[in-house]
């Protein structure tokens, strides 16, 4: 399994790290929920989240200064043995001298964070479960249209990276070319992203490789999108039936979740762009309550119900 290291933590949330002679590189986490260890300064190891990040609040703090140095220093060799990957004290508390004791005999990084608690919680949370959520890398282009993001697949060479150019052009927001990062952050979302061998950049076939950072500027580009809707490029048949109407969303899956997904044919004349700008649209005004051809098949209806 994949994992985040403590060095990430820490420079992600720019945490005083009190114990600096201890390897941060080498301390994986792998969960990404985090504990208050409250009953376990109490002494209660049953149960106990060890792989978790440990968060010492207030109240834990508080707790631990009505202890006898005796017990504080049982609970702390209790604590720091258990084999937790770090201690983060929120709210800018400062760890006591045993504690840092333990920390470094134990190979215990102990950490200072100036948030509140809770914020800290919810923050370290919600970082770890995208860090940490399952990941798949698929071929095709993400775009972020109107807010909602587009994935843009198809056979190499149908015209992916000549659509997501021209949607710049028109300004909207490359995430990825080429290769996409899909990570389930929860079943109802999906979050895609770029390698970073790869960010930023768009291979047009007969000009080369196109910087779309410094070409477009940083409104051009984006890190992460949820993934809301899926586009298939494919070469036009005449001998396949399309749907015409959309009366029925078709789905795709990523990681067990559904997804949004239009087949669109592509012929000769046809402008991608737009065709995925109004798809975009039209997906935003569904969500928003409304529906295009159930409104036309609804006045169908009616005129049909005139004649009768």
Not at 162 to 171: F, N, P, Q, Y
Not at 175 to 204: M, N
Not at 235 to 250: A, V
Request: glycine share 6%; proline share 3%.
């Amino acid at each position: 399994m994949h994992g985040v290291t403590i060095t990430e933590l820490i420079k992600k949330f720019k945490l005083k790290n009190a114990t600096p002679d201890i390897d941060t590189d080498k301390i994986v986490l792998t969960h990404p929920d985090v504990n208050r260890p409250a009953l376990q300064l109490t002494g209660f190891f049953d149960h106990f989240d060890r792989e978790r990040v440990q968060i010492v609040g207030y109240v834990e703090q508080a707790y631990i200064n009505t202890l006898t140095r005796e017990a504080k220093r049982a609970v702390y060799e209790k604590l720091t043995s258990s084999q937790i990957p770090c201690l983060v004290f929120s709210r800018g508390q400062n760890p006591d001298e045993d504690l840092l004791e333990y920390c470094s005999y134990y190979s215990v990084p102990c950490l200072v964070s100036q948030k509140t608690t809770s914020n800290l919680m919810a923050e370290v949370i919600r970082w770890l479960n995208v860090k940490l959520a399952p990941c798949i890398s698929i071929h095709g282009v993400l775009i972020d249209v109107f807010g909602e993001g587009v994935l843009i697949m198809g056979e190499s060479g149908i015209g992916k990276s000549e659509a997501a150019l021209e949607l710049i052009k028109r300004g909207h927001r490359l995430v990825t070319d080429d290769v996409v990062e899909i990570r389930k952050v929860s079943d109802d979302t999906l979050v895609g992203s770029a390698p970073d061998i790869t960010k930023h950049f768009i291979e047009l076939r007969g000009i080369g490789i196109i910087d779309v950072k410094s070409l477009f500027g940083v409104e051009s580009i984006k890190d992460t999108q949820n993934i809301d809707m899926v586009i298939k490029l494919e070469d036009w048949s005449k001998d396949k039936e399309y749907d015409r109407l959309g009366l029925e969303d078709q789905y795709t899956e990523f990681l067990g979740n559904q997804v949004v997904c239009h087949t669109i044919p592509i012929r000769p004349g046809r402008n991608l762009a737009i065709i995925v700008e109004s798809a975009a649209v039209n997906y935003r005004q569904k969500k928003m309550g409304y529906n295009a051809a159930k409104e036309l098949y609804k006045r169908v209806q009616e005129n049909l119900g005139r004649k009768d």
